[in-house]
């Protein structure tokens, strides 16, 4: 991913807290000299992505995860909030339209793993953890995920590199960046709130 200087992060937790924050992913692999990608939920294992693992699970009609093996190396892209910036909101003319994002891609060794149970639980506690009132599996739920568990397939990616984006706005002038984030606060509150972070 080509990131230009001014939107890279300095901050290794705010690579972490959007991973964690945004954990459906997109799994993109080489099969047979073609891109295959796929969407879905991939969780950072231990306290950082640069030295952490991820795991995830997809389906087992799914073709792809049968390249893993012959072909390990995988690009997991996870996205955050995004909006349109429209010049109608600088309040200066001339203007352009943007696009403020931010997006972190992780490649790495991907392997299989056995138990495809533990991965299932382990991604919905991490979807649980922050809804109130959350839902906790009873064993007849338990019972339920090992007769889905035939078709999934659980995998491992061992990070090996990192890189991350986070366009937003930060290289405008402070009048325009603070309409920016008015206006972000009304119709895209995440983006908003990660902007309050930058």
Known sequence: MWTAPRYAVDDPARVDALVRENPFA?????????PVATHCPVLLEGESVEDG??????????PQWR?????????????????????????????????DYAAVHVTGRVELMDDALEVVERTV????????PSWEPTPAS??????????VVAFRVHVRTQQS???LSQDIDAERYSRVRACAGAENPRLAELMDRS
């Open 165 to 167: 984006v986070f366009k």
């Open 26 to 34: 997109m799994v993109v692999s080489v099969v047979e000299d073609v």
């Open 142 to 151: 338990r019972e339920r995920f090992r007769a889905l568990l035939p078709g």
């Open 67 to 99: 390249s893993f093996e012959s072909s390990p190396e995988v690009l997991v892209v996870f996205s955050g909030p995004h909006g349109y910036v429209s010049p109608t909101v600088y309040g200066t003319d001339p203007a352009v339209p943007t696009w």
């Open 53 to 62: 693992t991820l795991i995830g699970h997809m389906a087992s009609k799914n």
């Open 125 to 132: 506690a991490a979807a649980e953890a922050s809804r109130s």
